[in-house]
């Protein structure tokens, strides 16, 4: 009864709401081990089943469930991503994947600070390139010494345009991989909200998205 009646001093919050919003905390840090959308559509039923598992005195999620859940959640991650070759086309050369790994896309995109990603991911690939090629061919690894134009072409150009124009470069890949429907998260930020057209873009693609490549609804397949 104690926890009940008894108010944090700070903030006039119970102590147990205080526990209680630490183990929903914890639970949605194991949750961000799924993919985005599902978290979307499911998320809250998981939390609900750790914070049940946790029992009404827990102060986090127990590890095992949090492990779990960790495991669960990047085994689906790695089962829906794309192969090596096509990964390295979609994250290099913005070549357009199957349609099966549309939603990984989306998820891609629309996830945390993805124009850092895809510049930490762009440099580690190439310098594993740069390593790989000289080991291949029995060639010492050269020194990183040289023109500084170069490498800030190489490497500050991809890094500046990915922190002058955050959305750009997402945004164009969301209309050749996804949707022409263009999500608020991606579009300019002067760019004014209109519901009704909204509406209407999202139907349009939506609809074009079910067509084939001639404008014929796709094949159903299994």
Known sequence: ?????????????????LRQRRVDRSARIWLRAYPRRWRSSYGEDLVGTLLDLAGPDARTVRLRDGLSVLWAGWSLRLREHPPLLPWLGYRFFEMRLAQRYRAWVADDVLGRLFAVRSVLIYTACLALLY????????????????????YAMVWGAPALSSLLYPRFIPRRIWRRQVSAWVPPELRPRSSPGDPARELAEYRAASMQRQAGPAGRPEASHG
């Open 1 to 17: 009864m104690d926890d009940l009646v008894d108010d944090d001093s700070r903030g006039g919050v119970s102590r147990l709401d």
């Open 131 to 150: 390593v790989g090629w000289a080991l291949l061919f029995s060639d010492p690894v050269p020194s990183l010494q040289g023109d500084p134009w170069f």
